[in-house]
C-alpha cells in the first residue's frame, strides 16, 4: 500500500463489515498513514444536511444504549466490553471512598487506548503512537494535584490471538503507583458508572471523545 503510494500509484481501498461496503482512493503518498474509513469532509457535510434529523436520532440511540449498558447489536465489539451489563456500576461517592478521596474535588479519567491498534490511521499526529500518549500524559498527571485522576484500561479484545506485551496497567504502576490522587479503575466497575462522576475525559484517541461531549462532559483529544 506505501509502496504504490510512493511510486505514484492509486489505491482503492475497500471500506466496511459484512453488510457494508465503501471504497476510498488514495492518490497521496501524503495519506500513507491515514485509515481507510476516514472519510472526505465534503462527504460527511452532505450526509450531515441530508439525513442530520436520522443520524441525531440513531446516534442518540447508540450513546444511550452504550451507557445503560445495553448496546445494540450493530454496535462496535469495543463498546460491548466497554459497557457490559455484569460489571459493577459505582456512584462518585462510592468511588470516593473506594479510593479515600475527597468528594468535592472533581474528577479526570485518562481512557486509555488500545496500544496496538489505530497507531497509524490519522496521519500527522501529536504524539508518534498511542504509547507514547499514554507514558508523557502519566507523567503529566503526577504534577497535577487539584484533581483526582482515574486512569482506566482499553477494554481490548486481542488482535489474531496476541496483546500487547506493554499494558496502560504496567505503565500505571512504574510512573504513578503510590500517588494518592492518581488511581487505576478496577477492571471490574463499568465504563458506564463514570458519566455520573467525571468532570473531563482525556483520551489519546478513540470513541470515548466522542461519547463524552454528547454527555456535557468536555474531552481533551491528543
Known amino acids: 500500500f506505501q509502496n504504490a503510494l510512493k511510486n505514484n500509484v ?21 495519506e500513507k498513514y491515514e485509515s481507510w474509513c476516514k472519510y472526505p469532509k465534503s462527504l460527511i457535510d452532505f450526509a450531515s444536511k441530508k439525513y442530520s434529523k436520522f443520524a441525531i436520532k440513531k446516534g442518540g440511540e447508540i450513546i444511550e444504549r452504550r451507557f445503560s449498558n445495553q448496546p445494540l447489536g450493530i454496535d462496535s465489539v469495543d463498546a460491548k466490553l466497554a459497557h457490559n451489563k455484569n460489571l459493577k456500576s459505582l456512584t ?31 496521519g500527522k499526529r501529536l504524539f508518534r503512537e498511542n504509547m507514547t500518549w499514554l507514558k508523557d500524559t502519566l507523567k503529566e498527571i503526577k504534577k497535577i494535584k487539584s484533581v483526582n485522576w482515574i486512569v482506566k484500561e482499553h477494554h481490548s479484545r486481542p488482535y489474531a490471538g496476541q496483546h500487547p506485551k506493554i499494558t496502560l496497567t504496567d505503565e500505571y504502576h512504574k510512573i504513578c503507583d503510590g500517588i494518592a490522587n492518581i488511581k487505576l479503575l478496577p477492571n471490574d466497575i463499568g465504563g458506564s458508572s463514570l458519566k455520573n462522576m ?19 462532559i468536555p474531552a481533551l483529544i491528543a
Not at 457494508?20 to 497521496?28: A, E, K, P, S, Y
Open 10 to 30: 492509486i489505491v482503492y481501498a475497500r471500506d466496511g463489515g459484512p453488510t457494508t461496503f465503501g471504497v476510498r482512493t488514495f492518490t497521496n503518498s501524503s
Open 92 to 122: 462518585k461517592k462510592e468511588l470516593c471512598n473506594l479510593f479515600n478521596w475527597d468528594v468535592s474535588k472533581p474528577i479526570v479519567c485518562i481512557f486509555g487506548n488500545d496500544l496496538i491498534d489505530g497507531n497509524f490511521v490519522d
Open 198 to 216: 467525571i468532570s473531563l475525559a482525556v483520551v489519546g484517541g478513540g470513541s470515548c471523545g466522542l461519547e463524552y461531549p454528547c454527555l456535557d
